[in-house]
């Protein structure tokens, strides 16, 4: 039978009070003897189920916060939220280079933590790091036993916003943390080409999560998945993003270019191991370089409506996708595409031979939404039912990107918009006067259902027609945002544990490491 067990994020451990205005003399019981240090309050966090409160306001720190050995429980968490207002963690942290910068916002190396409407800002390095401890003169071996540390971690409503690198980081077998409705921008190395949105990269572990997530305005790229095979850690990790953005990336603000960032919206892995990467309904809007990049990855890709649109106005090498290195089939990995679009101007702009064929390399070469590759010869590669080259910029109520930063809702959810969405009843211009029709990315897409990948139990795409529509967004009035999950009902053998967020979002984690939300679907 199905044993559910309903926890609170919030412990039943002790709690305690910061606020800007605190005094570290003080006791840190209530809010009138709130405590001043945050770092102060983590070392006074000794019993599992305890929660920090942290009053509104900007807080000051010069050195980092660390929060090692001082592990919550499976179903008794810690917690450090802000639940009236927001907690700006303003790093007051001295000048340091790049490499080897001791000076992250926050670096969380225990498990079983909540952050929620924290945000951190102005760290010398990270805004958070997560990962385990590698002991001094340890060794990889020493961080691989270290299996208590950097998991399990949920990270909500939290921005991470102009710090001296990525704004949310995490290596060194990070595993099965969730990053819900987060967004990192204007994040900026003095080099002007090496922070990111989110890294979940280099030694990173497997089964991490992020929904609901905004990368923007960061001088590298948005998600960086770059694996590096330095310190004898395990490829083949396995990373879900799902229902995220990632925009102008390799920028330093809306109007400027990154000098020496990549600027790539989702890049995917790196030429020295395996990175699987999942993503539903995610979105790559005018990164400098490529919106969903292969990046020489030899582990899986796999996306479902997805939506990419890039311009050749930020640089006439942009890509939307860029898919076209060999897939490493001998290691049983693959590359799947399904029921994703390309907007741009590729069938009318593209230039054909006598036999109106455009050649792979060039598509979108001509056009104004920059250029489009996905080489569809490659072994291992399927694209099932998607529009590359036909889904016309005037086929959707808006294409203005802005709408793609506007402020989350009062449930920090992201906004409404109309960018992206298919106009019903619109047509368009194609090649040789040919009439391109909105009704060919409505209802015509594969259906997506839940599964298993790589152990970890993914969602199916929800539709409302007789089949997926093409892209991120369903045609539906009801629906302003990238569409939510179906709810249905399910019986399960084992035990789960149902852990309300500050914000009503339910977490259902069940034994094995799976996921579910609060109809049953299996979210991880």
């Excluded at 582990?299 to 050749?312: A, F, H, L, R, S």
């Excluded at 799947?336 to 979108?364: F, M």
Aim: with cysteine; proline share 4%.
């Amino acid at each position: 039978d199905f044993s559910l067990l309903h926890t609170s994020i919030f412990g039943n451990g002790p709690k305690i009070y910061v606020a800007p205005d605190g005094l570290d003399t003080n006791d840190g019981a209530s809010p009138e003897t709130a405590l001043k240090s945050i770092q102060l309050a983590v070392d006074k966090a000794v019993d599992p189920g305890t929660t920090i409160i942290l009053a509104p306001g900007e807080y000051r720190p010069t050195a980092r916060i660390n929060i090692d050995n001082r592990n919550g429980l499976h179903d008794n968490y810690n917690a450090m939220v802000c639940l009236d207002g927001r907690a700006v963690i303003n790093c007051d942290h001295p000048t340091h280079g790049h490499s080897n910068n001791p000076y992250q916002g926050v670096r969380l190396t225990s498990s079983y933590w909540y952050f929620y409407h924290i945000d951190i800002t102005n760290a010398s390095d990270n805004g958070m790091l997560i990962e385990r401890n590698k002991p001094t003169g340890g060794s990889s071996t020493d961080i691989a036993n270290a299996t208590g540390q950097g998991h399990d971690n949920i990270i909500e409503a939290c921005n991470f916003y102009k710090n001296g690198d990525t704004g949310l980081q995490m290596k060194n077998m990070a595993e099965y943390n969730y990053v819900i409705n987060c967004d990192s921008y204007l994040n900026c190395d003095e080099g002007e080409g090496d922070a990111d949105g989110f890294a979940p990269k280099i030694s990173v572990g497997t089964g991490n999560y992020f929904f609901g997530c905004r990368a923007y305005l960061n001088s590298d790229d948005g998600w960086d998945v770059f694996y590096k095979k330095d310190g004898a850690f395990g490829d083949n990790q396995t990373i879900i993003i799902d229902n995220c953005i990632t925009y102008k990336n390799g920028f330093l603000d809306e109007n400027t270019v990154a000098p020496n960032g990549n600027g790539n919206g989702f890049k995917c892995g790196s030429d020295q191991g395996a990175m699987n990467v999942y993503m539903n309904r995610c979105l790559a809007v005018c990164n400098k370089a490529k919106g969903f990049d292969q990046n020489h990855n030899s582990g899986d890709i796999i996306m479902n409506n997805c939506t990419g649109m890039t311009q050749t106005s930020i640089s006439d090498k942009a890509y939307s996708y860029r898919i076209f290195e060999a897939i490493n089939t001998a290691g049983g990995h693959k590359v799947e595409l399904t029921n994703c679009i390309a907007i741009n101007d590729n069938d009318l702009k593209d230039k054909r031979d006598k036999n109106g064929v455009t050649k792979p390399t060039e598509h979108g070469k001509n056009g104004a939404y920059g250029r489009f590759e996905v080489d569809e010869t490659l072994a291992g590669l399927t694209v099932n039912n998607c529009e590359f080259h036909k889904a016309a910029p005037e086929l959707f109520e808006s294409l203005d990107h802005t709408q793609l930063i506007a402020p989350r809702d009062a449930e920090d959810n992201l906004p409404e918009m109309t960018f992206a969405h298919i106009k019903k009843g619109a047509t368009a211009t194609g090649y040789n006067n040919a009439q391109l029709t909105a009704e060919a990315l409505i209802d015509t897409g594969k259906a997506v259902d839940a599964t298993e990948y790589q152990g970890l139990p993914v969602l199916p795409i929800k539709y409302l027609g007789t089949a997926p529509d093409l892209g991120a967004y369903e045609t539906t009035p009801e629906t302003g945002g990238i569409i939510g999950q179906p709810v249905a009902e399910k019986a399960y053998t084992g035990r789960a544990r149902a852990i309300m967020t500050a914000s009503g979002k339910i977490i259902i984690k069940v034994d094995g490491g799976a996921v579910y939300d609060a109809a049953g679907q299996r979210i991880k």
